[in-house]
């Protein structure tokens, strides 16, 4: 990693760890910068703004999401597990939740349809590698599978990312899922679980 990488990277994490202790409202970018002991003009050397870090910042999230999912792609697991435990990873950590949130607000729509976007491109080979192996075992019987696992996704975070759902939307998904992936009825019922835990009931 050459030097200004390195030195970037090093302002990620600062901003980082400020975002996750003071949260991104009450971090400023003179906070940032007296933290790394550098100069205003260095910091904007390497970004334009505190908008621009903290998309950066997550990005740095999904990145060491994505290499949680794929060590639990390689573990010697069920199927079903494995899917379990790349949704678990590529969600933020109860300490992240003051930086998912600035994500909510009007000001960052735009950014926040950008994450979401690259999180999807992230994550659909992920769970589609795994639906993959669990149609090679005769879970799934199903074609198409990155375009049916983006479907999934993106019902998914549209119904139940704020926690505003219904039992019966939960019931539907889960029924959608075995359908969409050919899976016996019951199959998925692990997921009723998973999405009640995200939402927070």
Same mark, same amino acid.
């Given at each position: 990693?050459?030097?200004?990488?390195?030195?970037?990277?090093?302002l990620?994490?600062i901003?980082?760890?400020?975002?996750?202790?003071r949260? !991104?409202? +009450?971090?400023? #970018? =003179?906070?940032?910068?007296?933290?790394a002991?550098?100069?205003?003009? %260095? !910091?904007? !050397?390497?970004?334009?703004?505190?908008?621009? %870090?903290?998309?950066?910042?997550?990005?740095?999230?999904? =990145?060491?999401?994505?290499e949680?999912? *794929?060590?639990?792609i390689?573990?010697?697991i069920? #199927?079903?597990?494995k899917?379990?435990?790349?949704?678990?990873?590529?969600?933020?950590?109860?300490? @992240?939740? &003051?930086?998912?949130?600035?994500?909510? /607000?009007? $000001? +960052?729509?735009l950014?926040?349809? /950008?994450?979401? *976007? *690259?999180?999807l491109? %992230?994550?659909?080979?992920?769970? &589609?590698?795994?639906?993959?192996?669990?149609v090679?075992?005769?879970?799934?019987?199903?074609?198409?599978?990155? $375009?049916?696992?983006?479907?999934?996704l993106?019902?998914? +975070?549209?119904?139940? =990312?704020?926690?505003?759902?219904? @039992?019966?939307?939960?019931?539907?998904?889960?029924?959608?899922?075995? /359908?969409?992936?050919?899976? $016996? %009825?019951?199959?998925?019922?692990?997921?009723?679980?998973?999405?009640? *835990?995200?939402?927070?009931?």
């Amino acid at each position: 990693m050459k030097k200004g990488e390195r030195r970037k990277q090093e302002l990620l994490k600062i901003a980082y760890g400020m975002f996750v202790s003071r949260g !991104y409202e +009450n971090t400023s #970018v =003179d906070d940032i910068i007296e933290e790394a002991g550098i100069a205003k003009g %260095t !910091y904007y !050397y390497y970004f334009e703004s505190k908008e621009q %870090t903290l998309e950066e910042v997550i990005g740095m999230m999904i =990145d060491r999401e994505t290499e949680a999912a *794929r060590q639990a792609i390689r573990a010697d697991i069920p #199927v079903m597990q494995k899917i379990v435990a790349i949704v678990a990873s590529v969600r933020p950590g109860q300490e @992240e939740r &003051s930086i998912e949130g600035a994500l909510m /607000k009007p $000001e +960052n729509a735009l950014m926040h349809a /950008k994450i979401k *976007r *690259r999180l999807l491109e %992230t994550v659909v080979p992920l769970l &589609s590698e795994v639906v993959e192996e669990g149609v090679a075992q005769g879970i799934f019987s199903c074609g198409s599978i990155p $375009e049916r696992v983006r479907m999934l996704l993106v019902i998914s +975070n549209e119904i139940f =990312d704020e926690g505003q759902f219904t @039992e019966r939307d939960v019931e539907v998904f889960v029924d959608l899922s075995e /359908k969409l992936l050919g899976a $016996e %009825t019951g199959a998925m019922d692990f997921v009723r679980a998973l999405i009640c *835990r995200e939402g927070g009931k």
